[in-house]
T-cell receptor
């Protein structure tokens, strides 16, 4: 079974530039998550999707971050414009049910460096 | 915000020794999960323990949960160099439908 796929694995951009991350969850997983992980910290939830609906985006900085999950499968997370403080690892995860009751499967992440 | 806090922040042991790491959290939970993260395999689920359970085993892993103290522990027995990783607890607080990860314990196992 293929795992969660993310691309790109690494991205270096200058501040004020836009950037996008892509995620393909495990087949059949209706729940998809985007997390941000700073160095030395645990992942922090940005947004959670149930199928194509964003059911929890309370931690997403909506002035510069946006996300979509068309057709309830792939998802894209975008930052525009990027700031120096956005440098972090962006993780995508999926699960077959609600967050706490089911294990989450994580992708390898995208390491973003904003210069 | 991070609800869980692992202790110690870092731990170094020799192969064959046991490793114990603790997690404390702030609010009542439905479940608690432990994850491992290393550079090779990313973040991987280890074990889930429900709020009505007190102890759970999986291979060399033993997890305990004390809801009265709002704390959990992860014991890795007979550690191996391959256990070198960061370990995170993640809680599922009541009425949130989300996992909140702790700050992690960095475990180094020397051959």
């Amino acid at each position: 079974e293929a795992g969660v796929v993310q691309s790109p694995r690494y991205k270096i951009i200058e501040k004020k530039q836009p950037v996008a991350f892509w995620c393909n969850p495990i087949s059949g997983h209706n729940t998809l998550y985007w997390y941000l992980q700073n160095l030395g910290q645990g992942p922090e939830l940005l947004i959670r999707y149930e199928n194509e609906e964003a059911v929890d985006d309370s931690q997403l900085p909506k002035d510069r971050f946006s996300a979509e999950r068309l057709k309830g499968v792939d998802s894209t997370l975008k930052i525009q414009p990027a700031e120096l403080g956005d440098s972090a690892v962006y993780l995508c995860a999926s699960s077959s049910g609600l967050a706490g009751d089911y294990e989450q499967y994580f992708g390898p992440g995208t390491r973003l460096t904003v210069t | 915000s991070q609800q869980g806090e692992e202790d110690p922040q870092a731990l170094s042991i020799q192969e064959g020794e046991n490793a114990t790491m603790n997690c404390s959290y702030k609010t009542s939970i439905n479940n608690l999960q432990w994850y491992r993260q290393n550079s090779g395999r990313g973040l991987v689920h280890l074990i889930l323990i429900r709020s009505n359970e007190r102890e759970k085993h999986s291979g060399r892993l033993r997890v305990t949960l004390d809801t009265s103290k709002k704390s959990s522990s992860l014991l890795i027995t007979a550690s191996r160099a391959a256990d070198t990783a960061s370990y995170f607890c993640a809680t599922d607080p009541y009425n949130t439908d989300k996992l909140i990860f702790g700050t992690g314990t960095r475990l180094q196992v020397f051959p």
